[in-house]
């Protein structure tokens, strides 16, 4: 299971999440992935992270967030098993920035799998479009930006699976298993 952090796990600022106090998660989305955890499915966060590259925050705050995540899910009864982030900015043309596949690559090595037919849960078209160039089955929810994405989906990701948000989504993938 492939998570987007910020619009999908946690509060979304256009300002940017510069600290774990600002990271604030979204109702239900700790319990969601304690539940998917639970029920043996591997919990990857797919992240952009900007914010490094532009300086708004360091590496030790970026960690701290990722601390406070992987508490809550832990006092939920789940775990965090990988977090990959891209820490440039559009600008620096990498191929770990969302819309490109390369997060998505990062995380099908780290648990030596392919992603074929593994839910990639987003809010943004980028979310849904690196999910599908690496195989993974993209599913949209409408926090965060979802609302805005549900309306800018293309033909290619028309049927993609679409939820309110990551504890409905969850409830539907486990009355799938």
């Not at 700790?30 to 532009?54: E, F, H, K, P, T």
């Not at 995540?69 to 789940?78: E, Q, S």
């Not at 770990?96 to 074929?116: N, S, W």
């Amino acid at each position: 299971m492939i998570l987007d952090r910020d619009g999908v796990i946690n509060c979304d600022s256009k300002d940017f999440i510069k600290t774990a106090e600002e990271w604030i998660p979204l109702p239900g989305s700790i319990d969601a992935i304690a539940d998917l955890s639970r029920a043996g499915y591997a919990i990857a966060v797919a992240s952009n992270q900007s914010g490094l590259a532009r300086g708004l925050f360091e590496q030790s705050a970026l960690d701290e967030m990722h601390e406070k995540l992987r508490n809550l899910v832990a006092k939920a009864g789940g775990r965090i098993d990988h977090i990959a982030i891209c820490p440039h900015v559009p600008n620096d043309q990498c191929d770990c920035r969302k819309p490109e596949p390369g997060l998505y690559r990062q995380i099908a090595e780290y648990f030596a799998v392919d992603l074929a037919g593994v839910p990639a849960i987003g809010d943004s078209l980028r979310d849904l479009e690196a999910a599908a160039s690496a195989g993974a089955t993209p599913v949209l929810v409408r926090t965060g930006n979802g609302q805005k994405t549900e309306t800018q989906l293309g033909a290619a990701l028309e049927s993609a699976a679409r939820f309110d948000d990551l504890a409905a989504a969850a409830r539907s993938i486990l009355q799938e298993t």
